[in-house]
C-alpha cells in the first residue's frame, strides 16, 4: 500500500534556529514529491521534486530529493515565527492523478 | 493572481441528508482533485479528473459521486450523509499531468 511518512511529528525550536523536516515515501510508479505549508486553512504549494539530487531553493527554505533511498528533506534556515505551520509532503504516481499525503510535521517557532 | 474557488465555504447537514460541494479551478487548469481532512488529519485523496473524465480515484465512499464539467469545474455530490463525513473538503488544480496543485480554502461540512 502506498504510503508517506513523515518526521517528526512536531517540532518547537527558537526563532534564528535551523530545522530539517524528513519525509519517506513508498509510491507506486511514483513520479514526484511535493512540500505544502498548511497553516489555518488551504496546503500552499512550496516545492515539487522530480530528480534525484537537484536542490530546489525558495528564500529560506530548500529541498532535495533522493529517489534511490526514497526521501526528501525540507530545510527551514533562520526560522521566523511566520514559519509556524504544519508541513505536509505527498507524492503522486506517474499518472498524475492520485496524491498520497503524510500525516505532516507540525513546527512552532518560538520568538 | 485567480485562485481555486470553493463553494460553500461552510455547510450544515443532518444525518442522511445529502450535500453539493462546489470547485471552480484556476483559469486553463485542466485537472481537478478532491481530498478530505478531518481533524487533525492529513488532506486523504478522493477522486480527480483531467479534462472532464475521472482520472482517478481514493478513498471516496461508494455515497459521494463527482463530475468535472464542460467549463472544468467540478462537484462532489454527498449522499446518505454520516456523522463521519463531517471534515473539511479541499479542492485543488492543476494545469496537466503530476504538475503542481494548487488549493482552494476548503468547504468546511458539519453533519449534525
Known amino acids: 500500500e502506498d504510503k508517506v511518512v513523515q518526521s517528526p511529528l512536531s517540532l518547537v525550536v527558537h526563532e534564528g534556529d535551523t530545522v530539517t523536516l524528513n519525509c519517506s515515501y513508498e509510491?507506486?510508479?511514483?513520479?514526484?514529491l511535493l512540500w505544502y505549508k498548511q497553516e489555518k486553512k488551504a496546503p500552499t504549494f512550496l516545492f515539487m521534486l522530480?530528480?534525484?539530487?537537484i536542490e530546489k531553493k525558495s528564500g529560506r527554505l530548500s529541498s532535495i530529493l533522493d529517489k534511490k533511498e526514497l526521501f526528501s528533506i525540507l530545510n527551514i534556515t533562520a526560522t521566523q515565527t511566520g514559519d509556524s505551520a504544519i508541513y505536509l509532503c505527498a507524492g503522486i504516481n506517474t499518472g498524475g492523478f492520485k496524491t498520497i499525503f503524510g500525516a505532516g510535521t507540525r513546527l512552532f517557532v518560538k520568538a | 493572481a485567480a485562485g481555486v474557488i470553493q463553494s460553500p465555504r461552510h455547510l450544515i447537514k443532518e444525518k442522511r441528508e445529502t450535500a453539493t460541494l462546489k470547485c471552480y479551478p484556476i483559469?486553463?487548469?485542466?485537472?481537478v482533485y478532491w481530498y478530505q481532512q478531518g481533524p487533525g488529519q492529513d488532506p486523504q485523496f478522493l477522486i480527480s479528473f483531467y479534462e472532464k473524465m475521472q482520472s482517478d480515484k481514493g478513498s471516496i465512499p461508494d455515497r459521494f459521486s463527482a463530475q468535472q464539467f464542460s467549463d472544468y469545474h467540478s462537484e462532489l455530490n454527498m449522499s446518505s450523509l454520516e456523522l463521519g463525513d463531517s471534515a473539511l473538503y479541499f479542492c485543488a488544480s492543476s494545469r496537466g499531468l503530476g504538475q503542481p496543485q494548487h488549493f482552494g480554502d476548503g468547504t468546511r461540512l458539519s453533519i449534525l
Open positions: 483559469p486553463r487548469h485542466d485537472t
Open positions: 509510491v507506486t510508479n511514483f513520479r514526484s
Open positions: 522530480t530528480s534525484s539530487g
